[in-house]
Each structure stands twice: as structure tokens, then as C-alpha cells.
């Protein structure tokens, strides 16, 4: 598409229409760029959600097992607690319900045998992987219309916004 050409409408830019009279003062890029963000995010979370049914894995499952494998698939309880913010005593639950599907094994640590230590199983590691893939593939796919410095531009803007936040 060259940039003389006018860009395709889409749902956004029919609700900030809808919402201008009602709201004089309405910036419609604002409101564009939140309510554009709030819906390529339901976007991504119904694709996840579909993934995970496929891979019969629940929300939790997957996020734990996403936490063990970036730690490179090995991990104390207490370390897996506090990277998905929760108390270290919620975690066994979790963990016992992983290990009797085959998907993670706790094992002493071999550093200190009082410690126990959690392993992703190659089973956990590809149900994790696959249903990470699915919903890698559609950003990707997403974001395949932009350029690649399009992309760095669009990561770069969003920085700036979420640092705000942050604050």
C-alpha cells in the first residue's frame, strides 16, 4: 500500500465515530491506539485460550511450565512462586498436578540435597512449546504487515507508553 493511499477502515475507527459526538473533547488517536491495543490483546488472549484447549492445558499449567522453561527448564519451587508471584505454598499444588500428567519431575538438587529441585520433562517441553507456537505463529503472522522497522518502531512507541505505566 503506498502511503498516498487512504488506509482500509477498520472496528476501531467505526466506534471512535460513534463516540465523538458523545464526547467532544475525545481524542480519537488516543482512543484509537487504547481500544486498537485492548483488541489485538483480546485477540491474542482468545488464540492462547483455543492453543491451550488443544493442548489440553489449563492457564496455570502453562504458565508454569512457560516459568520453568525460561529458567532453562530447571527451577527450586520457591524460585517458580516468585516468578509467577504467588505464595511459595500454592505452588505445590500446581507442581503435583504437572508431574502426574509427566510434564515436569522433582529430584533432590544435586547442589544441596535438602533442596528440591523441578525439571521440565521433554513431554512438558513440547506441550509448552506447542502451544506457545500457535500463538507465536499468529503475532507473527499479525505483525508481518508492518516492515521489520516498522516492527522496532511499533515496540519502540510501545516502550515509551508502557514505562509510563511502569511508573
Not at 467505526?14 to 481500544?35: F, K, M, Q
Not at 489485538?40 to 499449567?61: N, Y
Not at 505463529?137 to 515509551?160: G, Q
Amino acid at each position: 500500500m503506498s502511503s498516498s493511499e487512504p488506509l482500509a477502515r477498520d472496528w476501531t475507527d467505526d466506534h471512535v465515530e460513534r463516540w465523538l459526538p458523545v464526547l467532544p473533547d475525545l481524542d480519537p488517536d488516543v482512543e484509537g491506539a487504547t481500544t486498537r491495543a485492548k483488541v489485538l490483546t483480546d485477540h491474542l488472549r482468545r488464540v492462547r485460550e483455543r492453543s491451550l484447549a488443544d493442548f489440553d492445558l489449563h492457564k496455570h499449567e502453562y504458565d508454569t511450565l512457560h516459568t520453568l522453561a525460561g529458567r532453562g527448564g530447571r527451577a527450586t519451587p520457591s524460585q517458580l512462586a516468585a516468578d509467577l508471584q504467588m505464595a511459595p505454598a500454592s505452588i505445590t499444588g500446581r507442581l503435583d498436578g504437572l508431574e502426574r500428567r509427566g510434564y515436569v519431575h522433582r529430584a533432590p538438587s544435586p547442589e544441596d540435597r535438602r533442596r528440591v529441585d523441578v525439571e521440565l520433562t521433554p513431554e512438558g517441553r513440547a506441550v509448552w512449546f506447542g502451544a506457545m507456537d500457535v500463538v507465536g505463529h499468529e503475532e507473527n503472522r499479525l505483525l508481518s504487515v508492518l516492515t521489520p522497522a516498522e516492527r522496532r518502531t511499533l515496540s519502540d512507541l510501545l516502550r515509551r507508553v508502557l514505562l509510563e505505566a511502569e511508573r
